[in-house]
């Protein structure tokens, strides 16, 4: 990981420590991640996405291992940048080609 990919992570990381209120999550979730860029200059989802997974782990979720559904949007706001997550705890079925 590049400095600049580690000075974000651990941002992210701090953030969340400050932002997250309640226990550690278990078990299988779903992840919205709402990306508001701050310019439209061009960008990868999927990297901004794998840094916030990571920086959760631990915070918010045992291990990001437990995302089984994964959800990006991007959005733009100038004047306030952020990125917003929204978790939901999930009991995903089995599908019915694996019961046979």
């Known amino acids: 990981m ?3 990919g580690k000075a974000l992570k651990e941002q992210y990381q701090w953030e969340a420590k400050v932002q997250w209120k309640r226990p550690i999550l278990t078990g299988p979730l779903s992840m919205h991640i709402r990306f508001f860029f701050g310019s439209k200059r061009k960008r990868d989802l999927d990297n901004q996405n ?9 915070i918010a979720y045992e291990d990001d291992s437990q995302i089984d ?3 990006l949007y991007r959005h733009y706001d100038k004047s306030a ?5 929204e978790l939901v705890p999930t009991r995903m079925a089995e599908p019915k080609w694996a019961e046979q």
Not at 50 to 58: E, H, I, M, N, R
């Open 2 to 4: 590049t400095p600049e």
């Open 50 to 58: 794998k840094l916030v997974l990571d920086a959760l782990t631990g």
């Open 69 to 71: 559904e994964l959800h």
């Open 81 to 85: 940048p952020r990125i917003e997550i």
